[in-house]
């Protein structure tokens, strides 16, 4: 008995001379939340110092943050699904301006927006199962069956609705759903943080999560388990495309129309958002929780770098730079963790 | 014939295209027993167990549990049978925890499907701590890509205890691992067997064979060449066959 309990007493006294520090970054989104975290002291602490040269905690611009991040918060959680599931989705910035375009013309039509809506994400999962039955039924990489949905969709715009944007004027209560405020907090953040608790628990708490990360982190074995993965991975497919619709409602509710080259680039903002926030491009790892983190993180620096009045470019820079650093950072993780 | 065994292979061929790389092929496997399935490289023997997992088809003949023929069309059609299959590169996912391996795909769950995790974690706990010991795993919450080859073959094997599997079948499961994981894998063939669970071992280390299997087929070419108790032969004999057909 002896030999066996000093074996298993050895890895334990290391995991205890492990910092604090440490600790928290072997945590799934311990990273993410320590960048996080510090970059709001210096901001809070930057807006407490020169409250009128730097107006990070003053209430416009905390409403434009929550204004914000709904967006992309939805784009990048079902694209951040899809990814712990192994695949891709770059066609989601053109079915969100697809499917917005095609809620707000039925809403012109006369059509209930509470009808359009659903009718949108309805849309948004039909291409996302499309997407995935290609993938799956031919065994491409999802990275270019999809990019061939993203230039496929946005043609889609422009051949229903032309260059032109559609204005969107729905009934009153729709747009205070998802634009009004509640307890001084906007809607549409509201929206994105349900949105949130919901995909922490289905991915983390749930059957279906639990299959998502094994069909992501080794396909052969969930197969063999007894798993079926191209069932778990339509569904991410199709989680991915109703998500991009809802991101697309909830834009459209708050501007109250739609500009048909609004999508471009956003599902690479997505994509970026997940790999700040730990997931890894092969699948099988990452946290929701990381996923929401990388959207805030994205925006957060946006909205400072707006405050200092900098130039654009140094926003597409900046985050550059964050998800090469972001994807080294996971890439090292990922090789201790086989090692 | 009183009691049917636990599983029988009937007359099996199977053909990948113009190759045929199982040719009316008949044994079986009795409860509580271990079979040593041995034989050259590619005499078959993957495919034998790939097989009787529900992984391939065969192309002719068939497998019966318990006397009833039965045609597995997947995996799950076999793990409901009670076959669980550890293989050669264990099935396993790197990025999970220990607990959330063994209980993949067959998750204990509410009416809604949410894991009830605290219930999993404590039986996988308990599944580490008392059936299967292996040496330097202290939680259950461990990424199993952490684990060395051995630490991940003994929790395939803890998910093999906990769902009372009937039979193991095992590919090649030591070529990965050191001398003292081996020796720990086999004792636990020979626990499982105690409590009754039936075990397939393929490998090519005929004493490791000798040492737990009650009884052994050798396979060449695809078809079965010797089926004999331990007790009608020796190491040597098994050799023998294993070299010269
Ligand atoms: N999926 C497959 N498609 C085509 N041929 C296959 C397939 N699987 C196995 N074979 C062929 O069937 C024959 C038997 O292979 P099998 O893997 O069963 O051998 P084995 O006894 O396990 O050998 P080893 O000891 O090297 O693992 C080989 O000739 C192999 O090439
Ligand atoms: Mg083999």
Redesign the pocket.
Known sequence: MTPILADSAAPRSRTQRQSFLKQIMSMPAGAILLVFVTLQIVCIAGALLYPDDFRYLSPQNLTILMKAIPVLGCLALGAGVLMIAGEFDLSIGSVYTFTAILMASLVGAGVSAFIAAPLGILTGVMIGLLNGHITLRFGLPSFIVTLGGLLFWRGAVLLYNGAVQVRFDPEPIFTSLFSGTLFGINAAFIWIILFVVGFHFLLHRHRFGNHVFATGGNRVAAEAIGINTNRVKLIAFAIAGGMAAVAGIIATARVGSVQPGQGAGLELQAIAACVIGGLSLRGGRGSIVGVFLGVMLIHTITDVLLLLRAPGFYLDMFIATLIVLAAIFNHLIERRGLA | MSTPNLLELHNISKS??A?T?LRNLSFHISEGEVVGLL??????????VNLISGIHKPTEGYLSVDGKKTAFTCRSDSADAGIETIYQHTALVDSLSITRNIFMGRELTDRFGFLRQAEMRDIAMEVLQNAVHISGIDSPDTLVGNLSGGQKQAVAIARAVYFKKRILLL??PTSALSVRETEALLNQVLKLKAENVSSVL?T?NIYHAYQVCDRFVI?SH?TKVFDVDKADTTINQLTEYVVLT
């Open positions: 990948f295209g190759l790389a034989g050259d490289n590619g005499a078959g023997k993957s495919t034998t590919d090649e393929v090519h396979m695809g």
